[in-house]
């Protein structure tokens, strides 16, 4: 049951119990969640668009500042010069075989009764770090552009050698669609959305009359496959960093240009497509007799051309300084910048930062203080390529490994109803707990706990892993091996990147009364207050061992699938799960026998710094293989898919590529495999003996 708290009965506790609690705190926290105040914050951050770089964006990261200061944060901002790309001109025609040349639009439908549609600032429609190029071609159909999609293509004795081929948007990361068309061959790449993925299968209207993307849409972003500043990878790009040049293969930028449009101009380019039908699976809701394959017959003529760029960004940050241990770290991010308005992504997110920001300036007057530190970030270019945080999590790398306690990430805060939540195993009890103590905005009367796991299969919540790179968690829990969660509502987001991700959408679709955006709040406020008051911190470790263990029963199917040879095996991890699962009973039972002592004690703070040094042990200096930047062995993105996570990718990108269509099957391949297994197994003993405490 939850039980309403106000400031008036805090002001009555304390003049009888001047010593109040932090949980009385924490339960006040919970009610002074203002949805006006959100919805207020949204409106003026999203009235012009502001992509990365702009005048436009730098105007957002004073209105984040001036709030941050104004709820009594210690308030500043870091800034950083990297590498930005911006559209200078782009065209795409098609010539028919009889010679006509049909132009398409490249170019989203204002909207009369949405004004922000008719803004003029709004950035055309583009891909990030896409090379500039002149290039005429016929045209593949190869559905999401996945690896699988083009085995089918050559298994129907087709390839796309030459071509420049469409894609739909909706399985992998539009970047991979973009390298695995170099991969096979493909001059230039097209990406659009679906009506079937984003459109509500044509048989449900558009934006404004429904939630789905209008046919003209189209879902710009950044192609880049890698994380943080091309031209520093893996250093931080201040002033007077060292550079790479922009043509320097180290870069990894892309290799062949590609544009976004719309199912629209899709439409038009699928029409004039010869050559087999595609599979059933690959159609899609286009307004199409059928989905062909091609090639051509007729001419797809590309240009583009693109401003790469050194750019200033500005990350913005707010801090509450802790009373007990200052030198301890609870961090909150959420990223500024937006491919056009960004009411969904990302600024739900920072509107909801911001009325947190106010709700701890209120208890600070009320007299209270963490024992830990919070620092709330905001960050800038994530849709580049999580530039602001990486940068930052790059130059403050050695003192977040010894400082940082946990990172709490929200990018699209809401999408529609419906919590979800990505983290790290050891946070999974911890966060079920924050859950049935907030209202769910959508069932009321019930927690967000228990809507959450009624709506799962099992009736046990659906929580999923922070492998990918699709936020600004990755560089904190990827890289430098700290604790890390993910928060939002909603499943699905039709104007995602769009020009219609704006504040008229959001209000009539994504969260009318910002009921949900208070909620999440309530999760990601109450989430950090935790961690920065309690004596003991709440990680549990033998949930993690749980999870390795499935991830093992997972790999063992895959490796008698892929019939791997005998001496390939899987004991050193069953091993070094079962001395982690050892050592998470011995910690958690010291963990109980300290609830006794002294808040500030030595043994304490002894206990939680093994239990926040843990997560660290899972890095490796070397890094996976062929990504030496990704240092967590046991999470990380697909080679094939950086949005999705990998348990053990070290692991099962290899056995993918011995396994492959063009795999060497010797048994080298089976024996890098197994040295992955080894160096996964080091990697979890090294959390058992840090979570031990003792030395060997």
């Known amino acids: 049951m939850i039980v309403p708290f106000s400031a008036q009965i805090l002001q009555a506790l304390i003049k009888v119990k001047p010593n109040i609690s932090a949980e009385d705190y924490h339960r006040l926290f919970l009610n002074m969640g203002r949805n006006d105040t959100i919805a207020q914050h949204l409106k003026v951050i999203t009235k012009e668009p502001h992509v990365a770089g702009t005048p436009e964006n730098f105007a957002t990261a004073d209105y984040v500042l001036s709030t941050f200061q104004n709820s009594g944060l210690d308030a500043h901002y870091t800034d950083y010069e990297v590498l930005l790309t911006y559209p200078l001109s782009r065209s795409l025609s098609l010539t028919l075989p009889q010679g006509e040349v049909i132009q398409l639009k490249l170019k989203e439908q204002e909207i009369e009764s949405d004004p922000s549609t008719k803004n003029v600032k709004v950035i055309p429609t583009f891909h990030a770090y896409s090379p500039s190029a002149d290039i005429s071609a016929e045209v593949v159909f190869v559905n999401y552009g996945t690896e699988e999609d083009y085995s089918t293509l050559r298994d129907m004795g087709l390839d796309a050698k030459g071509a420049i081929v469409i894609a739909k948007y909706g399985r992998i990361f539009r970047g991979d669609i973009v390298d695995i068309a170099a991969g096979a061959g493909a001059v230039g790449v097209i990406v659009y959305s679906d009506p079937q993925d984003f459109g509500g299968n044509r048989t449900q209207g558009y934006y404004p009359d429904s939630r789905w993307l209008p046919p003209s849409g189209v879902q710009r972003g950044s192609i880049f496959e890698e994380i943080g500043d091309p031209l520093t990878p893996g250093w931080p790009s201040l002033p007077d960093s060292e550079r790479l040049s922009v043509d320097d293969p180290r870069t990894k930028l892309p290799t062949i240009p590609s544009i976004p449009i719309s199912a629209e101009d899709a439409t038009t380019i699928m029409k004039s497509l010869d050559g ?123 003192l977040l490994f010894s400082s940082a306690v946990a990172y709490l990430n929200v990018d699209v805060a809401v999408m529609g109803p419906g919590f979800t939540l990505q983290s790290t195993p050891q946070l999974d009890d911890f966060i079920q707990d924050i859950a049935k103590e907030v209202e769910d905005p959508d069932n009321p009367g019930n927690t967000i706990y228990e809507s959450w796991a009624s709506s799962s299969p099992d009736s046990h919540p659906t929580i999923n892993r922070l492998g990918g790179k699709g936020s600004d968690y990755a560089p904190f829990v990827q890289h430098a091996g ?42 990601w406020g109450l989430t950090a207050l935790k961690l920065a008051d309690e004596k003991v911190l709440p990680f549990n470790y033998a949930t993690y061992a749980d999870n390795l263990q499935l991830y093992v029963d997972t790999l063992e199917a895959q490796l008698r699938s892929a019939d791997a040879p005998p001496f390939v095996s899987t004991s050193p991890l069953l091993k070094s799960i079962a001395e982690l699962r050892k050592a998470a009973l011995q910690i958690k039972k010291k963990a109980e026998e300290l609830e006794a002592l002294e808040d500030g ?96």
Not at 322 to 330: F, I, K, L, T
Not at 359 to 379: A, E, T, V
Not at 611 to 624: C, I, K, N, W, Y
């Open 276 to 398: 087999p039908v595609a599979p059933t699976e690959w159609h899609g809701a286009l307004d199409l007799p059928a989905y062909r394959l091609g090639r051509g017959p007729s001419i797809l003529n590309l240009h583009y051309k693109s401003n790469h760029t050194i750019t200033p960004i500005r990350d913005v940050f707010g801090l509450i300084k802790g009373s007990e241990e200052p030198d301890r770290y609870v961090l909150l991010g959420n990223h500024r910048d937006a491919w056009t308005f960004g009411a969904g992504d990302p600024n739900g997110g920072t509107a909801t930062l911001l009325e947190i920001s106010q709700r701890l300036g209120k208890l600070l007057k009320q007299g209270w203080q963490p024992k830990r530190s919070i620092l709330l970030c905001n960050w800038d270019a994530e849709e580049y390529a999580l530039i602001g945080s990486t940068e930052w999590v790059e130059q403050n790398y050695d």
């Open 601 to 696: 004690s030595a043994e304490l703070r002894s206990l939680n710094d093994h239990l926040v040094m843990a997560e660290r042990a899972f890095t490796d200096a070397d890094g996976l293989p062929g990504s030496p930047w990704y240092k967590h062995l046991v999470y990380g993105p697909s080679k094939i898919n950086k949005y999705g996570t990998t348990a053990f990718p070290g692991i099962s990108d290899l056995v993918a590529l011995v396994t492959g269509d063009e795999a060497n099957h010797s048994g080298d391949g089976w024996a890098d495999v197994q040295h992955q297994i080894w160096r996964v197994s080091r990697a979890i003993s090294r959390v058992a003996l840090v979570i031990h405490g003792e030395l060997s």
């Open 482 to 523: 700290i604790a890390g969660t993910d928060f939002s509502f909603g499943k699905d987001f039709p104007p995602y990147h769009s020009l219609y991700d704006d504040f008229m959408w959001m209000e009539k679709y994504g969260d009318p009364l910002f009921h949900r955006h208070v909620a999440l709040g309530a999760m």
